[in-house]
């Protein structure tokens, strides 16, 4: 079953196929009872960052679920402004806290720029960061380090200055915004490829061009999606407040066929999302 299946990073660090997805879950209650509800019905692998504000209850979720922490894969992320060596140091502690927890499984560089300055030039302050990631990967207080919504050139910064690639890099990925050119970078690379926002927010979901494939193998038009990204080698990370929703997007075992697999890869753009960047 798809859900205790694993891609292995090429530090040889194992990682569920599919992730919780927390973003714009807010903290309190809603964070809490999603992934509360999400680790019983079979997650072991959610996804965070210190930007979302809602790593306290995802830390007293995992806590009080019972279930042992290396069964767990729990990633966080460096907000986006934080482009200096001592920050990212302070950050990733304040994250560790904040959860609860004693290492982080996954820990990323969550743009290339801030996000209130989408596109400018922060190669040096990258490379700080990364730096300080290494030190703590070095040090035993991460699993694995990454990037994410990453271009290549800005991958290639990183790995020039340090020659340490990242071993993930997370981009917002779904049918019809594969975002070729840094997939085909990061397979060269061996860097996995998580895909967050794999139902493009909610946008897709009932999209009329899906629902005859949806039909034709009895599923929704979400499993479709979710689906997609594992037969391109992705790794999705739905997110969803519905108890009913949260368990379906678990349930993938059925193989979507070369075929339509082509079509979907072919659909072209659909929905408004636009690229951050051209
Ligand atoms: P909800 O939280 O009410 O389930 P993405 O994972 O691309 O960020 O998309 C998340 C959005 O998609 C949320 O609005 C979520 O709403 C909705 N969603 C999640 N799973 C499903 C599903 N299986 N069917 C329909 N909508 C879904």
Redesign the pocket.
């Known amino acids: 079953m798809v859900k205790n299946e694993f891609y292995t990073l090429y530090n040889g660090v194992t990682i569920p196929k599919i992730g919780f ?1 927390t ?2 879950v807010a903290e309190g209650e809603e964070a809490y009872n999603s992934v509360t509800y999400a680790l019983k019905v079979g997650y072991r692998h959610i996804d965070t960052a210190h930007a979302y504000g809602n790593e306290a209850s995802v830390g007293r979720a995992i806590a009080d679920s019972g279930i042992d922490r290396k069964d767990i894969f729990v990633t966080t992320k460096l907000p986006s402004h934080i482009k200096d060596y001592q920050g990212t140091i302070q950050h990733f502690n304040q994250s560790l806290t904040s959860l609860g927890l004693e290492y982080i499984d996954l820990y990323l560089i969550h743009a290339p720029w801030p996000w209130s300055d989408i596109g400018t030039d922060c190669t040096q302050g990258n490379i700080q960061a990364w730096k300080a990631m290494i030190e703590l990967y070095n040090a035993g207080k991460i699993r694995s380090i990454g990037v994410s919504n990453f271009h290549p050139a800005d991958m290639q910064v990183l790995i020039d200055a340090t020659g340490v690639v990242p071993m993930v890099n997370q981009i917002r990925y ?1 049918i019809g915004n594969t975002q070729p050119a840094i997939v085909d970078y990061c397979n060269q690379h061996n860097i996995l490829i998580q895909a ?7 946008e897709i ?1 009932n999209n009329e061009q899906l629902q005859p494939l949806a039909q034709k193998y009895g599923v ?4 479709i999606c979710l689906r997609y990204c594992l037969q391109k080698g992705t790794l999705p ?6 108890e009913g ?2 368990a ?2 678990l349930e993938l075992d059925f193989t979507i066929d070369q075929a339509d697999m082509t079509f979907l890869d072919n659909i072209g753009r659909i929905g408004k999302i636009k690229p951050y960047r051209s």
């Open positions: 997805g973003w714009q779904f967050y926002s794999p139902l493009a927010t909610g979901v929704t038009v979400a499993k990370l739905p997110k969803s407040t519905n929703r949260i379906q997007n």
